[in-house]
């Protein structure tokens, strides 16, 4: 087992920016990807799996899981099948669809997410703005991709490690993205 550091990436942007373009680039090469996606119209290219036991996730190459939201009880459920995915990288993309910011959820939230070394896992969280993510991801952030976004930096000041930095990245952006509207740049945490 390695003791590499795992990343936690959160990635922004507003629909058509490019982030899954960007996204299936970063994964291309990656050798176990678990796409975790609300619906079937993204990510179609890539096998589904149920997750339905512990086998279903020795797999190699990529698997797409719908996640079927209903009740949350079905909610919890499926995010605890989750945690049995090891030394690999996930891709939560449109989180907001699943990942709630209740509180109640945040021993959950650092018990999956937050041993991420342990369990040698990459994870991409993707949403469309800053308030999409819920507070405590922000806690284990270790990485930001931004795209252009009209969800202000300012509605997650007290939750974003190096806030000022992240404002400034995005106003930057946000001008660059007027001649290129794929413009993005990655941010690391300090």
Sequence with gaps: MSNRAAKLTIVLGATGTGKSTFLRNAVKDKKHVLVVTPDDIEWRDIPETQLRNENDFSFDGQKRFIFERSTEKTNLENL??????????????????????????????????????????????????FMEVPPIIYTFATDLILFN???????RKDVLKDYYSVAELQKRITEKSVQNPHYCEWFKFS
């Design 149 to 155: 976004t009209t969800d202000n930096v300012i509605r």
């Design 80 to 129: 605890a099948r989750l945690n049995c995915f090891t030394n690999g990288t996930m891709l939560l993309d449109d989180c907001r669809m699943y990942l709630s910011n209740k509180e109640n959820y945040s021993d959950m939230y650092r018990l999956y997410f937050g041993r991420k070394r342990q369990k040698m896992v990459d994870y991409f969280f993707v949403g469309h703005g």
